[in-house]
């Protein structure tokens, strides 16, 4: 895993294995998004299994994939109530997918009405992340 920090209460990830959920718990994340889709690759867990492994360890597990460069309405209002309710609960938020990109691309979205697209590309430019060509749709959203 290469985790990399987004917000105070978020980081995003490559790929998780039902040995890195430890390694999570034991860095004090308390919920974990998994972005991915089944079966994108042959060496990737199934999200059914990594979620039976995140419960054994006292975890909140989501299932939110998304293919990627599809970002539905509904799917980035969803991320952004699980981001909700886990800072509500005062939990560090871990999403993951194959690179990051879709976890930190739906947390941009999920903000861009109230944070300015300048900020969001500059947040995620910081955790190594390029999302200067979702300026536009950022920037529309922030206006509405």
Same mark, same amino acid.
């Given at each position: 895993?290469? =985790? *990399?920090s987004v917000? /105070? %209460? !978020?980081?995003?990830t /490559?790929?998780?294995t %039902? /040995?890195? +959920? !430890?390694?999570? *718990?034991? &860095? ?7 972005? $991915?889709?089944?079966?994108e690759a042959?060496?990737?867990p199934?999200a #059914?299994?990594l979620?039976?492994?995140a *419960? #054994? +360890? ?5 299932? +939110?994939? =998304?293919k990627?460069?599809e970002?539905?309405?509904?799917? =980035?209002a969803?991320?952004g109530e699980? +981001? ?6 005062k939990?560090?938020v871990? &999403?993951?997918? $194959? @690179?990051g990109?879709r976890? =930190? @691309? !739906?947390?941009?979205?999920s903000?861009?009405? %109230?944070?300015? %697209?300048?900020? !969001? ?5 910081a955790?190594?992340?390029?999302l ?6 950022? #920037?529309s959203?922030?206006?509405?």
């Open positions: 895993m290469d =985790i *990399k917000t /105070d %209460s !978020l980081s995003v /490559d790929q998780v %039902s /040995d890195d +959920l !430890l390694t999570l *718990k034991n &860095a004090g994340y308390g919920t974990i998004i998994c972005n $991915r889709p089944n079966g042959l060496e990737q199934a #059914e299994s979620a039976e492994r *419960k #054994e +360890l006292g975890l909140h597990w989501h299932w +939110l994939p =998304i990627p460069g970002f539905s309405e509904q799917e =980035i969803q991320f699980l +981001l909700n309710q886990a800072e509500r609960n939990e560090p871990l &999403a993951f997918c $194959r @690179t990109t976890s =930190i @691309t !739906l947390w941009a979205l903000q861009a009405a %109230s944070v300015p %697209s300048a900020q !969001l590309v500059q947040q995620a430019s955790a190594g992340y390029d200067s060509g979702l300026a536009p749709r950022l #920037e959203a922030y206006r509405s």
